[in-house]
Each structure stands twice: as structure tokens, then as C-alpha cells.
């Protein structure tokens, strides 16, 4: 079993920032692709942004692109989403999710393994 926890989330107003870590229990970390998605309630989860196991490699969702940054520490075994100028339409879970097929995927159900989930608000 791989273990995913999220931690970072929390209130902030428009325009500012948070950070958001995903800490991985597996040692295989350094294989594994890793994206980042968010649901708000009464909406499908949508695909935010994706890393390659070497973090060569990044994708983000048009939403998000140019505000978002995800990176990794393969020796942490951890996964980062800096998110800056924040808007409301943010808000949401943001989830954690790994493949062991190492790629970057926006593609929900190529991914193995979820954490729990972070809430992310951001107010008017």
C-alpha cells in the first residue's frame, strides 16, 4: 500500500498564496509520477497539475498555468503545489495522487494511489 497525506491547505483572501504538500510513504517514490487535483462541491474532480518521476516534465491545467507551480524532493518523498494569486473559483479539495508508470498524466484514472484530501479556500 502506498500512503498519501496532504498538508498545507488552509483560508486565504484573492491574491494570495499557499503552498501544498504530499508526502509519500513508498521508498519507490523516485519512480512514480505524481499529479494534483481539486474537487468543489457538486463538481467533478478536474486534473490541476502533473510531474514526471525525474521531474523533467510538468503539466497544468490551462486554469492554473502560470499561477500554479508543482515540484518534487524525490529525497523527501515528497510532491509541492505552490499556488499563487489565488481566485475564488480555486476553492475546493485538493487531492494528491501517484502512478507507478512514472509519466505525467492529467488523466484521472491513471493514477493508483490518493491522499486524503486538503481544503483550499480562497475568500472575495
Known amino acids: 500500500q502506498v500512503q498519501l497525506v496532504e498538508s498545507g491547505g488552509g483560508l486565504v483572501q484573492a491574491g494570495g498564496s499557499l503552498r501544498l504538500s504530499c508526502t509519500a510513504s513508498?521508498?519507490?517514490?523516485?519512480?512514480?509520477?505524481m499529479g494534483w487535483f481539486r474537487q468543489a462541491p457538486g463538481k467533478e474532480r478536474e486534473f490541476v497539475a502533473a510531474?514526471?518521476?525525474?521531474?523533467?516534465?510538468?503539466l497544468y491545467a490551462d486554469s492554473v498555468k502560470g499561477r500554479f507551480t508543482i515540484s518534487r524532493d524525490n529525497a523527501k518523498n515528497t510532491v509541492y503545489l505552490q499556488m499563487n494569486s489565488l481566485k475564488p473559483e480555486d476553492t475546493a479539495v485538493y487531492y494528491c495522487?501517484?502512478?507507478?508508470?512514472?509519466?505525467?498524466?492529467?488523466?484521472?484514472?491513471?493514477?493508483?494511489?490518493w491522499g486524503q484530501g486538503t481544503q483550499v479556500t480562497v475568500s472575495s
Open positions: 495522487a501517484a502512478r507507478p508508470v512514472g509519466g505525467e498524466s492529467a488523466t484521472l484514472i491513471e493514477y493508483d494511489y
Open positions: 513508498t521508498r519507490t517514490f523516485t519512480n512514480y509520477g
Open positions: 510531474i514526471r518521476w525525474s521531474g523533467s516534465r510538468t
